[in-house]
């Protein structure tokens, strides 16, 4: 491989990285790709020069990818059908009706988890999304994600047996109680949420370099 | 730096759009790289594949071009892009919207050039050293 073949190559999986971290589907991925190696082909200009860099260029297709509020939403969505769920389809849709109260153990277990679940998301998910890492690099990463992430499911149902039930703080519906649960989840996730999701879409469509 | 000044190219990005569709309607069926040099021949230099081909994606998108993967004798595969009666239809109202204000901006620009000319002055001027280019229309 030459220094050509090997700029390209770089290029063209860094460009696949950043273009799969914007969600784009697979064959438009394959498609951006091709274009970019028929163009070098045809010119033997260094891919940079023309598309700018990988994290530019796939910049130039973010319009197509989920944009963060509609990501949000939906992850508030599943959030909200995995709590009332369960509820609705064991027959027991009426207790989130009842009022029911939230010690100091209940709010320390669900704040620990919210915190937990956003730092396993920052510092385990998202670097083993990196466009830097190889194949193997990636697949490490991943299952040091798999594994944290399985110690911090376990770490909730321990830390509640381990911690005394503490006076009731405040009394609630289910329904109300499960908003409360998604709105600070929501929040966490949205201040630890990765590079990509913070460049907005740019509306002006094509940009001269 | 760009040899296209950064006023042509804050145009550019109103009219690309049709100046792709009008390259391909005359041309007929093209792919990415000869586009940039018909472009580049027509008077737009300098234009990049990171600006022209996210372009023609939107475009066929719009189902304004269609595309066809063809492989050639050496070389890889390459995207030929043609226009559709939908992107000539685009053309036809977007090239009558453009000569239609073109006109309006060059009435505005002649007033000016007659108003800031001293009195008594020819009123046909050029300007020296002026990035205007071709006439738009």
């Not at chain 1, 939906?74 to 009022?99: C, D, F, H, K, N």
């Not at chain 1, 040091?144 to 509640?160: E, K």
């Not at chain 2, 792919?31 to 990049?48: E, H, N, T």
């Not at chain 2, 977007?94 to 620009?109: D, H, K, S, T």
Request: neutral net charge; without cysteine; aromatic residues 6%.
């Amino acid at each position: 491989m030459n220094d050509t073949e090997r700029t390209l190559h770089q290029y063209v999986e860094e460009l696949t990285m950043r273009l799969r971290m914007r969600n784009l589907p697979p064959e438009q991925i394959g498609q951006v790709v091709a274009e970019v190696e028929a163009h070098v082909a045809d010119t033997g200009e260094a891919p940079a020069d023309v598309f700018g860099t990988p994290q530019e260029y796939a910049a130039q297709f973010a319009d197509r990818a989920p944009r963060p509020l509609r990501a949000y939403l939906l992850v508030g969505a599943l959030m909200v059908a995995l709590i009332v769920g369960p509820y609705v389809l064991t027959g027991r849709a009426m207790e989130l009706s009842q009022t029911r109260g939230v010690d100091t153990r209940s709010l320390l277990v669900v704040v620990g988890a919210i915190v937990a679940t956003a730092l396993w998301y920052r510092f385990a998910v998202v670097p083993a999304q990196s466009a830097q890492l190889g194949r193997r690099g990636r697949l490490d990463r991943a299952m040091v994600a798999a594994v944290s992430g399985l110690l911090v499911l376990a770490a909730i149902p321990l830390a509640w047996r381990l911690l005394p039930a503490g006076p009731v703080l405040f009394t609630s519906t289910g329904w109300v109680l499960a908003a409360l649960l998604v709105v600070p989840f929501l929040l966490v996730g949205w201040l630890v949420r990765p590079p990509q999701l913070r460049a907005p879409a740019d509306p002006r469509g094509p940009r001269d370099r | 730096m760009s040899a296209v000044p950064e006023r042509q190219a804050q145009w550019l990005r109103g009219v690309l759009d049709l100046a792709v569709l009008a390259t391909l309607d005359r041309d007929g069926t093209a792919y990415g790289y000869v586009l940039l040099q018909a472009l580049d021949r027509a008077g737009i230099p300098d234009l990049k594949g990171g600006t022209l081909y996210p372009l023609l994606g939107r475009l066929e998108a719009d189902a304004l071009v269609t595309s066809e993967w063809r492989t050639g004798q050496s070389g890889p595969a390459r995207k030929y892009f043609t226009i559709t009666p939908a992107g000539r239809g685009v053309l036809a109202e977007g090239a009558a919207g453009w000569r239609e204000f073109a006109a309006r901006i060059a009435a505005i620009l002649a007033d000016d050039a007659d108003q800031a000319d001293p009195p008594g002055a020819d009123t046909v001027t050029s300007a020296p050293g002026s990035h205007g280019g071709e006439d738009p229309t």
